[in-house]
């Protein structure tokens, strides 16, 4: 359950007090918490990512995700630019279990540009190495971005990969805070300087759909 992290498509621009107006505790929820610190990253000699799972680390992590969801998100106009005017939209997501629970696929639409956009997201679990890899496809691109890999500890999940943003290399990190399964956040951010300042450009709210 996740927006793409290069979604192009226009949307309803509502800023910050069009969220604000949806009450105070979304408005809370839709905000980074700078309590949950990002780990360090850590690399190897070549500059690759070095990921390890965390002691915790399970196939069953996403159980919490199945069913349909509602998405209350905000997305930052334009990224890596000192931006600070943000868009809200509505979306909703279906996810099913495959490959007997390691794995998982959800179908995401919006119609937030007029027409209808629609993703999946497709999580697999590796029980060699207890990471989780979470790849993103749409309609627009018609193949899979790079996944980003990592692993839940205390129910706060974050996975990472190196990627490009507009040409310019970027390392992206997915969060995904379950303290509240029923009511699971998902939170983007970009690095350009491997990991020492991020920007939070991305982040939804869910509730189960009736």
Known sequence: MAIPRFLGSALLVLGIAGVAAAGSDLDRELK???ALPIPQLQFDGSGNLVIQASATSSEHDFDYLVGNWKLSNRKLKARLENSTEWIAFES????HQILDGKGNIDK???QASGKPYEGVALRLFNPETRLWSIYWADGNSGKLDPPVVGSFDNKIGHFFARDTFRGRPIIVVFRWDV?????PIW???FSVDDGKTWEWNSINVSARAD
């Open 92 to 95: 909703r997501v279906e996810m």
């Open 108 to 110: 995401y639409t919006d």
């Open 32 to 34: 980074p918490d700078d």
């Open 179 to 183: 303290r509240n399964p029923q009511r």
């Open 187 to 189: 939170s983007q951010a």
